[in-house]
């Protein structure tokens, strides 16, 4: 059993963030201190579809393996957290699990500094590891997906619990921006129309929009102005063409906007 748990809490935060289809999840801005997370359905649609006309073998160039967070900005370190919590699925689906716990040791020390702890989390994480080492591959697909769902429960109330809507959301954008990063990398690989249909994520963008349109209306910063831009660039993206996808074209300018956000938000 691997003996870092907080990698598989990052990484079911993330499977939920991207590797999802928004219809029929639940969107509302939140107020107050709360976060919310969206409501989503099988967590495994995206990879399906790229699984479906990619090459998996391609996707390790994509992975960052980096396990140093420089910054002491707490909301930076948040954004790493998420960053880093896409980098440790990617390394969980590659089966490189050595990668994934180096990558989870930055996690839990970026946690621990910020205060983000939860029992239930770890007790359901642990859940998790036991049900993916299950044999039976029939029965472990069960097993993953209701843990899946309790762990994603978990993570929405832990977040609830940090007490700074703004660190919650960057949590939640760096994993989001990262994994956008990932998919679009995989895409340009090998483009196909069916691949490029995972990144209409038009909902999980006006949500982000709607987050720092908040954020910066609260407490008006250069950082989330420009992050609100960037969301926005983002949305005007993800809109299905006549075929239904997105372009050879539209997926680079997307590629080229997190890109962008992880050199600000990184460093």
């Known amino acids: 059993m691997k003996k870092n748990v907080l990698l598989l809490t990052g990484a079911v935060m993330l499977l939920f963030l ?30 399906n579809a790229l699984l479906k006309s990619t090459d998996p073998s391609t996707w390790k160039e994509f992975q960052d393996t980096s396990t140093v967070i420089k910054t002491q900005d707490r909301e930076k370190i948040c954004y790493n957290i998420g960053v880093k919590s896409a980098n440790a699925l990617l390394s969980v689906f590659l089966d490189d699990y050595d990668t994934a716990e180096k990558i989870s040791g930055a996690i839990k020390d970026a946690a621990d500094k910020l205060n983000i702890k939860s029992e239930n ?61 990932q998919t679009s990398s995989i895409i340009m690989k090998n483009y196909s129309t069916h691949a490029a249909s995972a990144l209409l994520r038009k909902g999980e963008a006006e949500y982000f929009k709607a987050q ?36 050879e074209e539209t997926i680079k300018s997307i590629n080229d906007i997190v890109t962008q956000i992880n050199a600000g938000l990184m460093a």
Not at 18 to 23: G, R, V, Y
Not at 213 to 241: C, F, I, R, W
């Open 121 to 181: 989390i770890e007790t359901v994480a642990k859940k998790l590891v036991e049900d993916l080492a299950e044999k039976d591959e029939q029965k472990k697909q069960t097993k993953v997906k209701q843990t899946l769902n309790t762990l994603k429960d978990e993570v929405v109330d832990a977040l609830n619990n940090i007490g700074n809507k703004a660190e919650a959301v960057m949590i939640e954008y760096g994993a989001w921006i990262e994994a956008l990063r």
């Open 18 to 47: 991207l590797f999802t289809s928004c219809e029929g999840g639940k969107e509302q801005v939140p107020t107050g201190g709360n976060i919310f997370i969206f409501r989503l359905s099988n967590p495994d649609e995206a990879l």
């Open 212 to 247: 720092f349109g908040s954020l910066n209306l609260h407490n008006p910063s250069q950082k989330y102005k420009e992050l609100l831009d960037a969301t926005s660039g983002l949305l005007d993206l993800m809109v299905p063409g006549p075929n239904k996808s997105l372009s």
